[in-house]
């Protein structure tokens, strides 16, 4: 599972939110709740520009938001990074 289960994920066909829902919760452990389904579509568009807000209750190093990269890197998005990544170059040569 792991990072094989996310590169299938990035890649399928179920669409950004589904996809990432499937893998917060079955590929991790403990399952991370589904209300970080956003925060990490929002982390995975705004890669090193920005923070994210995160959900009420939750914390990062004490703070009510976290860099994108760190909730990429804390929920292991970087299959997803490597689509949206192949996306713009993409939209680019148009």
């Known amino acids: 599972m ?5 590169l299938d ?3 399928s066909t179920l669409g950004l939110r589904n996809a990432l ?3 917060l919760t079955s590929n991790h452990y403990p399952p991370v709740p ?3 389904v956003e925060p990490c579509v929002l982390a995975i568009e705004a890669i090193d520009r ?3 807000t995160l959900p009420e209750g939750v914390l990062w190093r004490g703070q009510t938001t976290a860099p994108a990269w760190a909730v990429v890197e804390g929920h292991h998005l ?4 490597v ?4 996306e ?3 939209e680019d040569d148009l």
């Open 2 to 6: 792991g990072n094989n289960l996310a």
């Open 34 to 36: 589904t209300e970080m």
């Open 78 to 81: 970087e299959a997803w990074l």
């Open 21 to 23: 829902s499937i893998h």
């Open 50 to 52: 920005r923070s994210i």
């Open 88 to 90: 713009d170059e993409d």
């Open 9 to 11: 994920l990035a890649t």
């Open 83 to 86: 689509d949206y990544e192949d």
